[in-house]
């Protein structure tokens, strides 16, 4: 994402920041067309541009970065001259920050390339809450004492805990892609469960027994 934006406002290079747990400082944690040392460095939220959208969760655009007072220090043998950023938002929450700039003479964002990048940023809130999502689920896969498996609404079978390899006798690699009816003893028995959590209030099903085929 980061990337397509540089290339879309047509502009030098840029950065992806995160807020840390406490939202007191923003880690670099994707840059485009910057050296690798600048990734992973961490900036105090204050009136630079990216504390700027942290405080307002709003976008924030600089011209003639180069003589701004607030610019970071850290930037400067960058000699960016022109600085635009949005707030990565998810759910009124700001998760971090996307900056493009650029290091032409006399180049000014307009209102156009910022509102483009704040689509941008959007996406890149969903990237991240779906990431975020896919993490937690494993966590809680890998914890689970119970066998687990995971599948999407065609039925096939996307991923499963070691508890699901240790129950069935198949490795995580057999059973991915694999349909998951072709693991019940009775292959309507994947229909009649999804009928039923489909059905569901809370898309939730229990008081329901059924019988799985093993590998041996």
Same mark, same amino acid.
């Given at each position: 994402?980061?990337?397509?934006?540089?290339?879309?406002?047509?502009?030098?290079?840029?950065?992806?920041?995160?807020?840390?747990?406490?939202?007191?400082?923003?880690?670099?944690?994707?840059?485009?067309?910057?050296?690798?040392?600048?990734?992973?460095?961490?900036?105090?939220?204050?009136?630079?541009?990216?504390?700027?959208?942290?405080?307002?969760?709003?976008?924030?655009?600089?011209?003639?970065?180069?003589?701004?007072?607030?610019?970071?220090?850290?930037?400067?043998?960058?000699?960016?001259?022109?600085?635009?950023?949005?707030?990565?938002?998810?759910?009124?929450?700001?998760?971090?920050?996307?900056?493009?700039?650029?290091?032409?003479?006399?180049?000014?964002?307009?209102?156009?390339?910022?509102?483009?990048?704040?689509?941008?940023?959007?996406?890149?809130? =969903?990237?991240?809450?779906?990431? +975020?999502?896919? @993490? $937690? %689920?494993?966590? &809680?896969? #890998?914890? !689970?004492?119970?066998?687990?498996?995971?599948?999407?609404?065609?039925?096939?079978?996307?991923?499963?805990?070691?508890?699901?390899?240790?129950?069935?006798?198949?490795? =995580?690699?057999?059973?991915?892609? +694999?349909?998951? @009816? $072709? %693991?019940?003893? &009775?292959? #309507?028995? !994947?229909?009649?469960?999804?009928?039923?959590?489909?059905?569901?209030?809370?898309?939730?099903?229990?008081?329901?027994?059924?019988?799985?085929?093993?590998?041996?």
């Amino acid at each position: 994402i980061l990337d397509r934006s540089v290339k879309l406002l047509k502009a030098n290079g840029g950065g992806l920041y995160l807020l840390d747990s406490a939202k007191s400082s923003l880690k670099l944690v994707a840059a485009s067309n910057m050296s690798a040392d600048f990734e992973g460095r961490s900036y105090e939220i204050g009136p630079s541009v990216i504390g700027q959208v942290v405080n307002t969760k709003r976008p924030y655009r600089v011209s003639n970065y180069r003589n701004w007072p607030h610019r970071l220090q850290g930037y400067d043998t960058l000699n960016f001259t022109a600085v635009v950023a949005v707030p990565i938002m998810w759910q009124e929450q700001i998760w971090g920050v996307i900056t493009v700039r650029d290091v032409q003479e006399g180049r000014e964002f307009s209102q156009e390339e910022e509102d483009l990048l704040v689509l941008l940023g959007n996406l890149a809130a =969903i990237a991240l809450e779906n990431s +975020r999502q896919h @993490e $937690t %689920l494993e966590r &809680l896969m #890998e914890s !689970a004492i119970h066998a687990i498996i995971a599948i999407n609404e065609d039925g096939t079978i996307l991923s499963c805990n070691e508890q699901a390899e240790k129950l069935l006798g198949y490795t =995580i690699s057999e059973l991915i892609g +694999r349909p998951v @009816e $072709t %693991l019940y003893f &009775l292959s #309507e028995d !994947a229909r009649i469960i999804k009928k039923r959590m489909l059905t569901s209030k809370n898309g939730r099903m229990t008081d329901h027994s059924t019988y799985i085929r093993s590998k041996t």
